[in-house]
């Protein structure tokens, strides 16, 4: 398996405007986990998923910030307006239920700069 | 509520250098611990957990921790370092049993100098 794959690598865009992150899941994971790393506040939970439901999002800074689970294989993350303190680092995880090893798969992140 | 503390935000040691990152940790029962590394431009990466039994937990890249539950602490530890080991380590506590969702410390910088 490729491991969780996040697209773009990185998303330059000026304020106001909308920015989609994208997360593909490892194969079979039947948990998957956005978080925010910036400078001030370390890295933050946003929302999961459990079997593409959302369990909790209550770490979703805003109404401006959403997120869908459409299948198994595919996540998003949508900001509508972007504004620069929502720069920072997104990173996407997934964890399958049946690893009793609990481990987080991390992607490599999306580096977002709302100018 | 769990929730993790590491208190130093930066660590430099020296190559070759013996290592020991802090970590401390509230949680009202026993708790799933972990250590993670994330180099530069990188995802995190797992280098070791604790689950139960022995308190000394080997990683992978020649990093072990302890659990010492008086102390609620789950201290990262490398006997030498190795320039390659500048990253940022987190240290995470997760909750037993439902669904496990962990908490993760705000992390320590690790700079290695030559």
Redesign the interface.
């Known amino acids: 398996d490729a491991g969780?794959i996040q697209s773009p690598r990185h998303e330059v865009t000026e304020m106001g405007q909308e920015v989609t992150l994208r997360c593909k899941p490892i194969s079979g994971h039947d948990?998957l986990f956005w978080?925010r790393q910036t400078m001030m506040r370390?890295?933050e939970?946003l929302i999961?998923f459990?079997n593409n439901v959302p369990?909790?999002d209550s770490g979703m800074p805003e109404d401006r910030f959403s997120a869908k689970m459409p299948n198994a294989s595919f996540s998003t993350l949508k900001i509508q307006p972007s504004e620069p303190r929502d720069s920072a680092v997104y990173?996407c995880?997934s964890r399958s239920d049946r690893d009793r090893?609990?481990?987080?798969f991390?992607?490599?992140?999306t580096q977002l700069s709302v100018l | 509520a769990q929730s993790v503390t590491q208190p130093d935000i930066h660590i430099t040691v020296s190559e070759g250098a013996s290592l020991e990152l802090r970590c401390n940790y509230s949680y009202g029962a026993t708790p799933y611990l972990f250590w993670y590394v994330q180099s530069p431009g990188q995802g995190l990466q797992l280098l070791l957990k604790y689950f139960s039994g022995d308190t000394l937990v080997q990683g992978i890249k020649g990093f072990e921790a302890e659990f010492k539950r008086s102390q609620s602490s789950f201290n990262l530890r490398k006997p030498s370092v190795h320039w390659s080991d500048a990253a940022e380590y987190f240290c995470a506590v997760g909750e037993r049993g439902g669904s496990y969702i962990p908490t993760f410390g705000r992390g320590t910088s690790l700079i290695v100098h030559p």
Do not use: C, Q, R, T
């Not at chain 1, 090893?101 to 987080?104: V, W």
């Open positions: 969780v948990y978080y370390g890295l939970l999961y459990n369990i909790d990173f995880a090893d609990e481990k987080l991390f992607g490599s992140g």
